[in-house]
């Protein structure tokens, strides 16, 4: 399926491929490297050799918002998944599952990837996510386990990816 998109328009239709060529800068990561260690009150990975980890905390460690605990409180997302069609309504529970346990394996080693939220809007289902990989990831597990069409818009200058997956 084709997108087609209004003039001016920032989002860039395309396959992750393409879309993730260059530098991709999150807003909410951090600008500066944090003082080592640090954890995050919220969630409680652990700032640890450049990248954030589940690890044990150290005593003397610092405290900061990690950037998926700050997308969360802010409630602004970097990836959208709309699960959209008849198969998505008979086979919800399934699709979900598949996007959780997703999820849980990514997260294991990425503590900066999580589902935000999960809502039926409009007939679909809609899968919010702290990352724009974990989006990304998602889409490509359904449209791998069950074909359908899968379609991608990223916004680069807002660090968001809307992915759109239809059976």
Same mark, same amino acid.
């Not at 044990?56 to 950037?67: G, I, S």
């Not at 069609?85 to 996007?99: D, K, N, T, W, Y």
């Given at each position: 399926? /084709?997108?087609?998109?209004?003039? %001016?328009? !920032?989002?860039?239709? $395309?396959?992750?491929? @393409?879309?993730?060529? %260059?530098?991709?800068?999150?807003?909410?990561? =951090?600008?500066? /490297?944090?003082?080592?260690? !640090?954890?995050?009150?919220?969630?409680?990975?652990?700032?640890? *050799? %450049?990248?954030?980890?589940?690890?044990?905390?150290?005593? +003397?460690?610092?405290?900061?918002?990690?950037?998926?605990?700050?997308?969360?409180?802010? /409630?602004?997302?970097? %990836?959208?998944?709309?699960?959209? $069609?008849?198969?998505?309504?008979?086979?919800? *529970? @399934?699709?979900?599952?598949?996007?959780? +346990?997703? &999820?849980?394996? *990514? /997260?294991?080693?990425?503590?900066?990837?999580?589902?935000?939220?999960? @809502? =039926?809007?409009?007939?679909?289902?809609?899968? !919010?996510? !702290? =990352?724009?990989?974990?989006?990304?990831?998602? $889409?490509?597990?359904?449209?791998?386990?069950?074909? $359908? &069409?899968?379609?991608?818009?990223?916004? &680069?200058? &807002?660090?968001?990816?809307?992915?759109?997956?239809?059976?």
């Amino acid at each position: 399926m /084709k997108s087609v998109q209004p003039p %001016g328009s !920032t989002f860039r239709p $395309g396959r992750h491929l @393409e879309m993730f060529d %260059g530098q991709i800068k999150d807003p909410y990561q =951090d600008r500066e /490297k944090l003082a080592e260690p !640090t954890v995050c009150a919220d969630c409680g990975a652990v700032y640890h *050799e %450049g990248r954030w980890q589940w690890s044990a905390v150290p005593a +003397n460690a610092h405290q900061a918002m990690c950037p998926a605990c700050h997308r969360i409180h802010d /409630k602004l997302p970097a %990836g959208f998944v709309s699960i959209e $069609g008849p198969f998505a309504q008979a086979h919800r *529970e @399934e699709l979900i599952s598949v996007a959780r +346990n997703l &999820e849980a394996r *990514e /997260k294991a080693d990425h503590p900066l990837q999580r589902i935000m939220a999960i @809502e =039926d809007q409009d007939n679909q289902l809609v899968i !919010t996510t !702290t =990352d724009i990989h974990l989006a990304r990831a998602i $889409g490509d597990a359904l449209h791998h386990a069950y074909k $359908g &069409e899968l379609d991608y818009q990223y916004n &680069e200058d &807002e660090y968001l990816l809307r992915v759109r997956w239809r059976h």
